[in-house]
């Protein structure tokens, strides 16, 4: 069964940075592969995903802060997350959309930024 592995969150003091990895198993063809967070009371929202071809978008709160990556052949995708803030505080789920639509979450990543 196709699952996502994510790992690298924890805490860190603001300023500092996290990366964040999710590894697709089952060999999943993906459109593309992405994060989402979800802190206290608050909805779901977007962060950043990244297409099989490389295009990236992000939520305007990260831009220029956090970077998305993926290794295709290793079904991964990353986040950088540097200059951290109080406000990053959530858990983090990685996202994978297939070429067939179907759409596969992962359990979701802690990350706390508190001195």
């Known amino acids: 069964q196709v699952q996502l592995v994510e790992s690298g969150g924890g805490l860190v003091q603001p300023g500092g940075s996290l990366r964040l990895s999710c590894v697709a198993s089952?060999?999943?063809?993906?459109?593309?592969m992405g994060w989402y967070r979800q802190a206290s009371g608050k909805q779901r929202e977007f962060v950043a995903d990244?297409?099989?071809?490389?295009?990236?978008d992000y939520a305007d709160s990260v831009k220029g802060r956090f970077t998305i990556s993926r290794d295709n052949a290793k079904s991964t995708v990353y986040l950088q997350m540097n200059n951290l803030k109080p406000e990053d505080t959530a858990v983090y789920s990685c996202?994978?959309?297939?070429?067939?639509?179907?759409?596969?979450w992962g359990q979701g990543t802690q990350v706390t930024v508190s001195s």
């Open positions: 990244i297409t099989s071809g490389g295009s990236t």
């Open positions: 996202h994978v959309l297939s070429i067939f639509h179907k759409n596969y």
């Open positions: 089952g060999s999943i063809p993906t459109i593309n």
